[in-house]
């Protein structure tokens, strides 16, 4: 059983991407942030800070949030990122490395 640490903000993930989301994506985001981390909802994502991880409540709530870092992080870094996970419920996770 891994342990997973920590609740980041907006503002702390694009302190540690060096991602700049434009107002109107942090407004969309911050309604789609869960506080609590478990049993996140589908329509919901919750970030970790250890490991760093995005983990979303259903497949179509990751593939929205990575089209939010995944421009911007991914030209910046040259990262690629995958959903894994059973069924609907997952998380992503960078490949690549």
Known sequence: MGIMLGNLTISQIEDRTGVELSDADKTELSGMRQEKAENIAPGKWHCFDLPFMIVCGDKPTAEKVVKFFHSMIGRKQNRHYRF?????????HRTGL
């Not at 894994?84 to 992503?92: F, V």
């Open 84 to 92: 894994r996970g059973r069924g609907e419920h997952g998380s992503l």
